[in-house]
């Protein structure tokens, strides 16, 4: 495939290319809302950031989005095709101002699976926030020595964060020849324990999008001693920050991160936020909260011991979840109908929003289960 600036003078091949995805591929809303006319009105230079931007949706025609931001200003710039491919996607009606709000204060109230059923009180949880610093181009645009920038950045914050008595950990860095470099066997480990991202050169779409370049240089992750706070460096966004724990204590769980996102972002510089949008991300999935919560439940009946996840994926979407194997994205339910739910909204929603949904979402599929 050329590179995006040899054909920005016409790009004929490549949008002949988005015509055809358009009629094969009617998921790819990309291709769904490219606009040739829109595209002609651009200057040479704002072509060629197109051709970047959507150049993983042309290449990998079964995506759903189809897009990837390389600059933070990129949502702002390029409005007339990402604004609609965020409205479709988000379920926001045309018309509907998008505004993002933050609200972290129900993680002070009671919201424990406990509530739902004592059975739930030792359930897998996970919530996640992905950040990108303002100051620095976002992963698909970011240059070798810009990932090393940055790392040496939020090294320098996790030396004061190892210090603290909530939080203190350690930083394992992949890159080679680091001081804080992660051995294989300890890398593995940390993967299998879902704890660590693997080699995004595996991924093709973020491949596609440039933002698995230069691996391994400049990823890594922090894990506070006790495991259930973990910071990762370099996958998808600048950074992703985690809380994780067995239990049912939700509340917990996202106070635990709000907690520590707090504190780590006393360390860095600016996240790149907009009113609009909130705390933009590379992927246009993850704008507003940029938040993923997820917690593993056995659903044996409604998967029927996890040969079919079709029925609970019907039942979850009327609750606003999205249902994937226990083995994360693309992957099966796991053994004995072990299946990952997580409120599919992120833009439009406030934090306290989605841990309230993933409790009400998970009592309404639990007592589907129980039932049948
Ligand atoms: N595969 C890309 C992104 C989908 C959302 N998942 C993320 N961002 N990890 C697509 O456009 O289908």
Redesign the pocket.
């Known amino acids: 495939m050329n590179s995006p600036s040899e054909n920005t003078h016409n790009g004929e091949g490549k949008m002949a290319r988005i015509r055809a995805i358009r009629s094969a591929h009617p998921g790819n809303l990309m291709a769904r809302y490219f606009s040739e006319d829109y595209f002609n009105s651009l200057d040479e230079s704002k072509r060629g950031r197109l051709w970047r931007i959507i150049a993983?949706?042309i290449e990998?025609p079964d995506?759903?989005?189809?897009?990837y931001a390389q600059n933070s200003r990129d949502y702002e710039d390029f409005e007339p095709l990402l604004g609609p491919m965020i409205r479709d996607y988000h379920n926001i009606p045309t018309g509907h101002e998008i505004g993002q709000k933050h609200d972290w204060s129900a993680t002070a109230s009671r919201c424990d699976l406990a509530d739902i059923d004592p059975a739930l009180n030792g359930v897998s949880m996970r919530v996640r926030v992905g950040r990108n610093l303002a100051a620095f181009p976002l992963p698909g645009a970011m240059t070798k020595a810009h990932r090393l920038e940055l790392e040496a950045l939020v090294i320098e914050a996790f030396t004061t964060l190892k210090a603290d008595t909530q939080f203190g950990g350690d930083y394992h860095s992949l890159t080679p020849g680091s001081p804080h470099a992660i051995d294989a066997d300890a890398y593995r480990r940390r993967v299998a324990a879902h704890q660590m991202f693997k080699d995004m050169g595996g991924d093709r779409?973020l491949a596609a999008a440039g933002i698995s370049s230069d691996w391994p240089f400049g990823r890594g992750m922090y894990a506070s001693n006790a495991e259930d706070f973990i910071v990762w460096v370099g996958e998808?966004d600048h950074l992703r920050i985690m809380a994780m724990r067995q239990g049912g204590d939700l509340a917990a769980l996202f106070g635990r991160l709000h907690d520590g996102l707090e504190k780590f972002a006393r360390l860095i510089p600016a996240f790149a936020h907009s009113s609009r949008y909130g705390y933009v991300t590379s992927?246009p999935?993850?704008l507003g909260t940029a938040m993923r919560a997820s917690l593993h439940l056995p659903l044996p009946r409604l998967t029927e011991g996890g040969r079919n996840l079709e029925r609970a994926k019907k039942a979850a979407q009327d609750f606003g979840l999205s249902v994937r194997g226990a083995g994360g994205?693309h992957s099966d339910a796991g053994h004995g109908g072990l299946v990952d739910i997580s409120p599919s909204a992120r833009l439009g929603v406030t934090e306290s929003g989605i841990m309230q949904r993933l409790y009400e979402g998970t009592a309404a599929l639990w007592s589907l289960e129980k039932e049948r």
């Open positions: 993983t949706g990998n995506s759903q989005m189809g897009a779409y998808e992927c999935t993850n994205e």
